[in-house]
């Protein structure tokens, strides 16, 4: 569960969140729990909103750049891209383990039905 006033706060930090008069909005879950995650990591000092925004700011330039329209439907990939991006120059996990649990989730989410939670298996973890 996201903490209200953690994410008011994060919200506040980052003018460009997508958000509503309450806070933060999110189109899926795992927008949400990318958001969580990035707020949990904040809150351990793992790094600071501004570097948090300038990261986030990168990857949007870069996506930009790639040619992504910004339309504000693709802003919680580049939130995933920056929080990964974070992850691994903070050396909390490597790309090599940050894809492995891309692609597991990538499998789980194939044989998983739609509306149905997403469970990660031990077969999703295998090349």
């Known amino acids: ?38 707020l949990a990591l904040n809150a351990r000092g793992v790094f ?6 300038a990261t986030l700011g990168a ?10 329209p910004d339309t504000g439907t693709t802003y919680y990939r580049h939130w ?16 090599a383990t940050l894809a492995r649990y891309r692609d597991a989730w990538s499998r789980a989410a194939e044989r998983t039905p739609h509306g149905t939670p997403i469970m990660l298996a031990p077969e999703d973890f295998k090349n």
């Open 48 to 53: 600071t909103w501004s570097e948090w925004a």
């Open 80 to 95: 995933l891209a920056a929080l990964e991006r974070l992850i691994a120059e903070k050396g909390l996990a490597n790309g």
């Open 59 to 68: 990857e949007i330039r870069r996506a930009q750049a790639a040619g992504d």
């Open 1 to 38: 569960m996201i903490d209200p006033t953690a994410a008011r706060r994060a919200a506040d930090a980052l003018p460009d969140i997508p958000r509503d008069d309450h806070g933060p909005v999110f189109r899926a879950p795992w927008e949400a729990q990318a958001f969580a995650m990035a």
